[in-house]
T-cell receptor, first 117, second 114 residues
């Protein structure tokens, strides 16, 4: 059974600092990995999607990397801002769920990020 | 920007009552999902739906749960007889393509069962 772990559970940094969030998964047979942002009491906002054949994806100040063989992904946030404060979730889609219509994501518990002004 | 919309944002119900949560997926999307998040816990998959039928469901999605796409736009989750442990945030999600592509989530419906 796929397990997704995110370390640290919480992180507090001063504004302007670069930071890295970690995600690890136990079964390397994944189809893709997606990073989400969740604000308190809100839904999930997709940040980046990395296909299993890709090594990294970038969007603005965000860069996500994927090392499928070692079961790891990192989310790098450059020049952090108070508005980046949220919980960041990573989720993997296993290869065996690549059939028509299926998309069972397995989520980590998230890293709660606080950026201090 | 197109988005997934969910109603109600919060519903309080008595144990044993039926609840229907509604979702309007992004208009050109073909694959629909329900996930839930119990307070303080991970987001968990419930069910996926394509071509007017369930394509996959988890152990959580027992006989008390059902999904329906009654018209061209709405996608609903029904809980027949709610239990205390059904209290959670329920998220609807949709995506356009079968294999690649991002999953887009709604803002969620918070269900509180008393």
């Amino acid at each position: 059974k796929q397990e997704v772990t995110q370390i640290p559970a919480a992180l507090s940094v001063p504004e302007g600092e670069n930071l890295v969030l970690n995600c690890s998964f136990t079964d390397s047979a994944i189809y893709n990995l997606q990073w989400f942002r969740q604000d308190p009491g809100k839904g999930l906002t997709s940040l980046l999607l990395i296909q299993s054949s890709q090594r990294e994806q970038t969007s603005g100040r965000l860069n996500a990397s994927l090392d499928k063989s070692s079961g790891r992904s990192t989310l790098y946030i450059a020049a952090s801002q108070p508005g980046d404060s949220a919980t960041y979730l990573c989720a993997v889609r296993p290869e065996r769920y690549s059939g028509a219509g299926s998309y069972q994501l397995t989520f980590g518990k998230g890293t709660k990020l606080s950026v201090i002004p | 920007e197109p988005e997934v919309t969910q109603t109600p944002s919060h519903q309080v119900t008595q144990m044993g009552q039926e609840v229907i949560l509604r979702c309007v997926p992004i208009s050109n999307h073909l694959y629909f999902y329900w996930y839930r998040q119990i307070l303080g816990q991970k987001v968990e998959f419930l069910v996926s739906f394509y071509n007017n039928e369930i394509s996959e469901k988890s152990e959580i999605f027992d006989d008390q749960f059902s999904v329906e796409r009654p018209d061209g736009s709405n996608f609903t989750l029904k809980i027949r007889s709610t239990k205390l442990e059904d209290s959670a945030m329920y998220f609807c999600a949709s995506k356009m393509t079968r294999n690649t592509g991002e999953l887009f989530f709604g803002e969620g419906s918070r269900l509180t069962v008393l």
